[in-house]
């Protein structure tokens, strides 16, 4: 059994071998084996030079950004994000890797249901019809996984939580949700775009809030973890965000100065 050190050490620096490519993808993301203390491991990689570039986002970042984003869960004590860790070299160089979560879709978590079928404990976003001219509702779950990886978004800049970017694992018969493909986060310009909106505005919960205060008092090992994959601003609005939300002590609301869920929502 490798260690956590080992584990990163190997995703960073060990040879890989590409076996296959995501054909839903954007970004060209590969999956690939990699040795682990005689284990087989798999990884997502997602080199930089198949970044499709975007308007508002540095060229060739958007790895870093997705690591910088596993070391923000870690440091809140969340781990929500798979590990993550860049490498300079790879098979078709520089770029991100990530542990691969075998798992399923978050339907436990997040789904899609007849205006009369919403679970009576589940929070409502978004209603409209569907492909055969249905009335669907998107809701979720009123749980504090949700309620941390919202929290998690917005201290993020999260441009893009998409119900799809959540994977469930089953191990030893616990269920355990995980986030992934977090490209588009830590822009100096408030982005937030999530479907996680069913806690806007209500009270934080206090273990979150304590979550948070112990992380600021921490945000130098979060700083030095970080500081080669994002820029110094980017990290200062980290900081900022994380104590406007203890000040608050409330759920962020979605802003009214640009779209506040992704698109597509899956
Ligand atoms: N760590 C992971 N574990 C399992 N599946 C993953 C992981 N990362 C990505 N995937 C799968 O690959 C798809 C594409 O990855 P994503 O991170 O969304 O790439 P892109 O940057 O191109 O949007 C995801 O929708 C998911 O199905
Ligand atoms: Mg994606």
């Given at each position: 059994m490798?260690t956590?050190?080992?584990l990163?050490?190997?995703l960073?620096?060990g040879?890989l071998?590409?076996?296959?490519?995501?054909v839903?993808?954007s970004?060209?993301?590969l999956?690939a084996?990699?040795e682990v203390?005689?284990?087989?491991?798999?990884?997502?990689?997602?080199?930089a030079?198949?970044?499709?570039?975007?308007w508002?986002?540095?060229?060739?970042?958007?790895?870093?950004r997705?690591?910088a984003?596993?070391h923000?869960?870690?440091?809140?004590g969340?781990?929500?994000?798979?590990?993550t860790?860049?490498?300079?070299?790879?098979?078709a160089g520089?770029?991100?890797?990530q542990?691969?979560i075998d798992?399923?879709?978050?339907?436990d978590y997040?789904?899609?249901?007849a205006p009369?079928?919403?679970?009576?404990?589940?929070?409502?976003?978004?209603q409209g019809v569907?492909?055969?001219?249905?009335e669907?509702v998107?809701?979720?779950?009123?749980?504090?996984?949700l309620?941390?990886?919202?929290v998690f978004?917005?201290?993020?800049?999260?441009a893009d939580r998409?119900?799809?970017h959540l994977?469930?694992?089953?191990?030893?018969?616990?269920?355990?949700l995980w986030?992934?493909?977090h490209?588009?986060t830590?822009?100096?310009?408030p982005?937030?775009?999530?479907v996680?909106w069913?806690?806007?505005g209500?009270?934080?919960?206090?273990?979150i809030a304590i979550?948070?205060?112990?992380?600021?008092?921490?945000f130098?090992d979060?700083?030095r973890?970080?500081?080669?994959?994002?820029?110094?601003?980017?990290l200062?609005r980290?900081?900022?965000?994380?104590?406007?939300?203890?000040?608050?002590g409330r759920?962020?609301a979605?802003?009214?100065?640009?779209?506040?869920?992704p698109?597509?929502?899956?």
């Open positions: 490798a956590d050190d080992n990163s050490t190997a960073a620096t040879p071998k590409v076996v296959g490519r995501l839903d993808s970004n060209n993301a999956v084996d990699l203390a005689g284990e087989l491991r798999r990884v997502v990689y997602k080199p030079a198949g970044e499709r570039p975007l508002d986002f540095p060229d060739g970042e958007l790895g870093r997705e690591v984003a596993f923000l869960s870690a440091s809140l969340w781990d929500q994000v798979p590990l860790v860049w490498r300079d070299e790879g098979p520089a770029g991100m890797c542990l691969w798992g399923g879709t978050p339907d997040i789904s899609l249901f009369a079928a919403v679970p009576a404990d589940w929070l409502a976003i978004l569907d492909s055969v001219g249905a669907v998107l809701a979720h779950a009123d749980v504090v996984e309620q941390r990886l919202a978004d917005y201290l993020a800049n999260n998409k119900a799809g994977i469930v694992s089953e191990g030893d018969g616990i269920a355990r986030a992934i493909d490209g588009l830590f822009h100096t310009e982005k937030l775009r999530t996680l069913g806690f806007a209500e009270e934080l919960p206090r273990t979550d948070i205060a112990s992380f600021l008092e921490r130098g979060f700083e973890s970080v500081s080669a994959h994002l820029p110094d601003e980017g200062a980290v900081n900022a965000r994380a104590r406007e939300l203890i000040e608050v759920f962020p979605p802003r009214d100065d640009g779209p506040a869920v698109w597509p929502i899956f």
